[in-house]
């Protein structure tokens, strides 16, 4: 039986709370601070307790099960980088605090940069921005920034992928600039003889370009350094999208490949619970030409009051920076939990986080590839596409495939996306799920493909077992309710 809502258990007189004796005198409060018509439930203590308890039963997460959305790397989080970040020295701060009050958390923001430097293969890292499409921005403000000091004015086009994250193209457009868009190959490579001609024409103009890598279809691009060349040789400089760094740590350094500014997802690669509205943090490499530029503040070791081993950090501001790009100094509490994940994994434990990540990637793309076209059939890194629809069962689409998922207990996949995949289904199976899951899940796919072509309205009509059933998602978002009001 469902649990009545709260406001159907709503009885006068009862209060869920009892407020202390008041130590002070009673004063009135201000006209117009409480709505006397606000209908607020009078429930127990007891009720309201199971009330919400109820509706975090309801809720989908890592914690409960397998959650494979592609491109999110929603993977499991070590309950150690929570209490970390909780501790009350960390968590009591303020960002006014003087420095010398604050010298344990500079200490690990400092080190964060070291270490992000060092994966990345970068000259310089600031933590200021609070999640990845804002690191993109701040990257592109960046590369535009390099420009303009240069005296080439006349830059104003970034070449983009059209594999790209969404994100990419909506940065450029922010950022002032034109974006041009560059096919892939039959590969799922960025075609180096589009990029060249696009090179030609618009190499006066050439920013720079943006380049996921490895791209939404989970692919390592196998002409990286060609496409790095190319760019370099007319004037203009690559953004690393660092979305998909789980593949990469411990094997590949973009700096190393010919990025010039990348940022890193510390809430997808480096340990924080991911969803939800947030948080998020996107700290940005710059190779040296770019380190100048880098958003202001960074933590530096300040040399005057450094005396042996005790040392003293403060914030600097590179000479050329494009500024402050937020409120304070970036996401502190992500950047606890990213230092202690780091930290506790060491160089050998983050290089297996990419191994078995794209292990698991493979290995579920092995168990499903018969049934679920997979366009670009080669290794993947941490995720794959696939096609979410059968030619004996024409009417089923990915989205009654992910629906139906919801049935078997797994939250679906990502959907639609890579767009150049008709039918997308984008699978991130990350590091930390046992094979045991992973066959469960291909097992679960493999029943699906059966039911579609045996009973397609199975599928059209899930979820069946869901506490609610399948919405108007357009809708939803357009029409958002976000109170309940009694009939």
């Given at each position: 039986?469902?649990?009545?809502?709260?406001?159907?258990?709503?009885?006068p007189?009862?209060?869920?709370?009892?407020?202390?004796?008041?130590?002070?005198?009673?004063s009135?409060?201000?006209?117009?601070?409480?709505?006397?018509?606000?209908?607020l439930?009078?429930?127990?203590?007891?009720?309201l307790?199971?009330?919400?308890t109820?509706?975090?039963?309801?809720?989908?997460?890592?914690?409960?099960?397998?959650?494979?959305?592609?491109?999110c790397?929603?993977?499991?989080?070590?309950?150690?980088?929570?209490?970390?970040?909780?501790?009350?020295?960390?968590?009591?701060?303020?960002?006014?605090?003087?420095?010398?009050?604050?010298?344990?958390?500079?200490?690990?923001?400092?080190?964060?940069?070291?270490?992000?430097?060092?994966?990345?293969?970068?000259?310089?890292?600031?933590?200021?921005p609070?999640?990845?499409?804002?690191g993109?921005?701040?990257?592109?403000?960046?590369?535009?920034?390099?420009?303009?000091?240069?005296?080439?004015?006349?830059?104003?086009?970034i070449?983009?992928?059209?594999s790209?994250?969404?994100?990419?193209p909506?940065t450029?457009?922010?950022?002032?600039?034109?974006?041009?868009?560059?096919?892939?190959?039959?590969?799922g490579?960025?075609?180096?003889?589009?990029?060249?001609?696009?090179?030609?024409?618009?190499?006066?103009?050439?920013?720079?370009?943006?380049?996921?890598?490895?791209?939404?279809?989970?692919?390592?691009d196998?002409?990286v350094?060609?496409?790095?060349?190319?760019?370099?040789?007319?004037?203009?400089?690559?953004?690393?999208?660092?979305?998909?760094?789980n593949?990469?740590?411990?094997?590949?350094?973009?700096?190393?490949?010919?990025?010039?500014?990348?940022?890193?997802?510390?809430?997808?690669?480096?340990?924080?619970?991911?969803?939800?509205?947030?948080?998020?943090?996107?700290?940005?490499?710059?190779?040296?030409?770019?380190?100048?530029?880098?958003?202001?503040?960074?933590?530096?070791?300040?040399?005057?009051?450094?005396?042996?081993?005790?040392?003293?950090?403060?914030?600097?501001?590179?000479?050329?920076?494009?500024?402050?790009?937020?409120?304070?100094?970036?996401?502190?509490?992500?950047?606890?939990?990213?230092?202690?994940?780091?930290?506790?994994?060491g160089?050998?434990?983050?290089?297996?986080?990419?191994?078995?990540?794209?292990?698991?990637?493979?290995?579920?793309?092995?168990r499903?590839?018969?049934?679920?076209?997979?366009?670009?059939?080669?290794?993947?890194?941490?995720?794959?596409?696939?096609?979410?629809?059968?030619?004996?069962?024409?009417?089923?689409?990915?989205?009654?495939?992910s629906?139906?998922?919801?049935?078997?207990?797994?939250?679906?996949?990502?959907?639609?996306?890579?767009?150049?995949?008709?039918?997308?289904?984008?699978?991130?199976?990350?590091?930390t799920?046992?094979?045991?899951?992973?066959?469960?899940?291909?097992?679960?796919?493999?029943?699906?493909?059966?039911?579609?072509?045996?009973?397609?309205?199975?599928l059209?009509?899930?979820?069946?077992?869901?506490?609610?059933?399948?919405?108007?998602?357009?809708?939803?978002?357009?029409?958002?309710?976000?109170?309940?009001?009694?009939?």
């Amino acid at each position: 039986m469902t649990e009545p809502l709260i406001f159907e258990l709503s009885s006068p007189g009862r209060c869920a709370a009892v407020l202390p004796a008041l130590d002070v005198p009673a004063s009135e409060l201000p006209a117009g601070l409480v709505r006397e018509d606000l209908p607020l439930p009078e429930v127990s203590e007891l009720d309201l307790v199971r009330h919400y308890t109820h509706l975090s039963q309801m809720n989908y997460a890592v914690d409960v099960g397998y959650y494979p959305l592609g491109s999110c790397t929603m993977k499991y989080n070590p309950k150690i980088n929570e209490d970390l970040c909780r501790l009350p020295g960390f968590a009591r701060l303020h960002p006014y605090q003087d420095e010398e009050l604050v010298q344990g958390a500079l200490f690990v923001m400092y080190f964060l940069q070291e270490f992000l430097k060092e994966i990345g293969g970068f000259a310089a890292v600031s933590l200021q921005p609070a999640a990845g499409a804002h690191g993109e921005l701040t990257g592109v403000l960046m590369m535009r920034a390099y420009q303009l000091d240069r005296g080439e004015a006349q830059r104003n086009v970034i070449l983009v992928p059209d594999s790209a994250h969404g994100t990419n193209p909506a940065t450029t457009t922010m950022s002032g600039l034109d974006v041009i868009e560059i096919p892939s190959d039959e590969r799922g490579n960025v075609d180096l003889r589009a990029l060249g001609t696009a090179c030609q024409e618009h190499g006066e103009r050439l920013v720079g370009m943006m380049l996921t890598n490895p791209n939404t279809l989970g692919l390592f691009d196998e002409h990286v350094q060609e496409i790095t060349d190319l760019v370099h040789e007319h004037g203009g400089l690559m953004y690393g999208d660092g979305a998909n760094m789980n593949a990469l740590l411990g094997i590949a350094r973009p700096g190393d490949l010919g990025f010039d500014v990348l940022h890193y997802n510390l809430h997808k690669t480096f340990s924080t619970p991911h969803g939800g509205g947030g948080p998020g943090s996107g700290p940005v490499g710059a190779s040296e030409r770019l380190a100048d530029f880098l958003p202001a503040p960074i933590v530096t070791r300040d040399p005057v009051r450094t005396d042996g081993d005790e040392v003293f950090y403060t914030f600097t501001d590179p000479p050329k920076s494009i500024g402050r790009v937020k409120s304070f100094y970036g996401q502190f509490g992500v950047m606890a939990r990213a230092y202690t994940y780091i930290r506790m994994l060491g160089a050998a434990g983050l290089r297996r986080v990419a191994e078995y990540a794209v292990l698991n990637a493979n290995y579920l793309m092995s168990r499903i590839k018969e049934t679920y076209p997979v366009p670009y059939d080669r290794v993947c890194m941490h995720e794959f596409v696939c096609e979410g629809h059968f030619s004996d069962a024409p009417d089923v689409h990915a989205l009654d495939i992910s629906k139906r998922l919801i049935d078997y207990g797994f939250h679906p996949p990502t959907n639609y996306f890579p767009l150049i995949v008709p039918e997308a289904l984008m699978i991130e199976p990350t590091e930390t799920e046992s094979k045991e899951t992973l066959d469960r899940f291909a097992d679960a796919l493999l029943r699906i493909a059966e039911e579609a072509r045996d009973d397609s309205d199975l599928l059209h009509e899930a979820p069946h077992r869901a506490p609610v059933r399948r919405l108007d998602e357009v809708q939803a978002a357009k029409e958002l309710i976000l109170r309940w009001e009694p009939s």
